[in-house]
């Protein structure tokens, strides 16, 4: 009875160590509209899950906006061309990409416009 117990008790345990990282992987919760932003870098935050440009975006009415685009894992940036020194604060670049649907000024970017004209994507090239 005591060895039963103790192999259903690490069959449990097994299976819940391989679902935890599973349950942790999400979707970005964005809209299905290309949305284009061009702003100033104020911090680029090269980590997993997501690397973060933060943007000042200055909108149509002259308000600067506080913005927030990403892309995939480091991993998948790299295989596109990225490195943590592709952007710095103080470059502007455009960001192209799909805007949280609930409208926060949040972008997973699909390519970005470096400042030297140079278009690089974050999920493949097209």
Do not use: C
């Amino acid at each position: 009875m005591t060895k039963k117990l103790v192999v259903s008790a690490i069959v449990v345990l097994a299976l819940v160590s391989v679902a935890i990282p599973l349950s942790a992987h999400h979707s970005w919760p964005v809209g299905n509209v290309l949305v284009t932003v061009k702003g100033t870098v104020t911090e680029f935050m090269w980590a997993n899950p997501h690397p973060m440009i933060s943007l000042d975006v200055r909108n149509k009415d002259g308000v600067i906006e506080k913005w927030q685009v990403g892309g995939p894992a480091i991993n998948r940036m790299e295989g596109n061309g990225w490195s943590k020194t592709t952007v710095k604060p103080g470059d502007v670049i455009t960001g192209i990409g799909y805007q949280y649907s609930d409208g926060q000024k949040i972008l997973k970017l699909d390519k970005a416009v470096l400042p030297d004209g140079k278009e690089i994507f974050l999920y493949g090239s097209r």
